[in-house]
């Protein structure tokens, strides 16, 4: 399996498409100044304790209060707490060497027994915020790296289950043990398989750098503040994914091009000559095809190769995906044959469309009713074998009586929304028309203001391919006539995204001007 990371970077933020074998599997944002990100570390403050859902609402700065479980404590808790109050008087290193950890929380205890109001606890971001929820809390603190997870206050050593080796699991316990900090535990993930001890140590070295600067920040971190914070999306998804089937990376930023290059000399150096900077003038997911993938891949209707099709419903409790046939035909003789090749079908095109919604929660899959319990456990397996590609964890139930499977997927981030119906080109969704032939009068009289009002230099018209094709036509276009009228060259951008009286001016910085 070939793999690609397309990486579109604006002003806006950062979108990342990971691209198998040439299909859109995975689609990241990441918004300019996202807060609440998992992985972020707050100093929490506990805003009240409710006994009856054994849980806390805490104040992070959210407009929510966020939501502190009493499982999510973790059984080490009373430790941070104790650190908390010691680290915020500076009387403690930011190491554990010398620190005496308090005894595990009860497993069956209530969580007034262990928080109160007012008191300040470093929380984790567990979930970001979705919908009309805040974000979901731990103070069960760990810290990433590529090949080991931190966990502060334990001293265990887990090995990933997917490492099935005994004697590599017993060489990296042994590393691991004898370059661990004291007070600290270590989960060796799956990807450090093979891995040598320079690697290893040099990110365990990493993620307590990351440690210590959290400690640092803590005396003097205002409640309800950011305290630390995970690398941004792209690195840690970087961090997560990269092995030796990735092909290449693109980048279409130079700053961030450079960024991405130097990340991944740091963690895998022979993979650096695969992070490419595209320089090329048509937008970066025109160019690979995310585009038309994007467009495809997220309406309510969703078609597959073989003339079936799905559709997919969302509730705010549940998702719902129907499995039809559409044109499909076959005699009855091998109908039931028929409805386990589109099941086949349909569940590689599910398995995708999970991972590139990020759909998490609960979905029911209804498929083709079939009547043999043997293509029914069939079905499941090979469901099972092509989910086995998604990272989130998830659980399967084999297909009830009904045709019915039940999924349940973690949900961490807010479900990826696109929206694939475009405005109508004549009415711009008022149901009123608008005369095409004052559109050219509309662009000039916002480019007059822009450039003589405003004084802006260097702009950008931004317009649907079919605009910018009438704007450049003749030996003495209309960008021509602009030049000698304002007397400055007037970059005409063509978005095929555009409906097609859409237009917007972008300043020299590539930022939209507000009109």
Known sequence: MVKELIIDSTPTGVTIALIEDKQLVELHKEHVNNNYAVGDIYLGRIKKIMPGLNAAFVDVGYE????????????????LIKLTKIRRNGTQGTLLDNFKLEADINKAGKISEVVSKNLLVPVQIAKEPISTKGPRLSSDLSIAGRYTVLVPFSNVISISKKIKSNTERNRLKKIIESIKPKNFGVIIRTVSEGKGVAELQKDLLDSISKWESFMKKLPETEPAKRVWGEMDRTSTLIRDILNTDFANVYVNDQALFEDIRSYVHEISPEMERIVKHYKHKEPIFDHFG????????????VNLAGGAYLVVEHTEALHVIDVNSGNRTASKENQEENA????????????????????????????????????????????????LLDRAKHTILPPSKFGLVQITRQRVRPEMNIVTVEKCPTCDGTGEIKASIVLMDDIESNMTYILREQNEKNITLCVHPYIA???????????????????????????????????????SKDEEIKL
């Not at 929510?64 to 430790?79: M, R, T």
């Not at 995310?290 to 209707?301: A, D, M």
């Not at 079908?345 to 979905?363: S, T």
């Open 290 to 301: 995310v585009e038309k993938q994007i467009k495809n891949g997220f309406g309510k209707t």
């Open 469 to 507: 094709a009438f704007i450049k036509k003749g030996l003495i276009s209309l960008q021509w006539k602009w030049f000698f009228k304002f007397g400055q060259r007037v970059k005409v951008k063509e978005v095929s995204s555009y409906h097609l009286t859409e237009f917007h001016f972008l300043s």
């Open 64 to 79: 929510k209060d966020a939501f502190l479980h009493y499982f999510d404590l973790g059984p080490q808790v009373q430790s």
């Open 340 to 387: 386990l090749q589109v099941n086949k079908e349909a569940a590689k095109e599910i398995a995708r469309q999970l991972r590139l919604r990020d759909m998490g929660g609960i979905v029911v899959i209804d498929f083709i009713d079939m009547h043999k319990p043997a293509n029914r456990k069939v079905l499941f397996d090979h469901l099972r074998e092509l989910m």
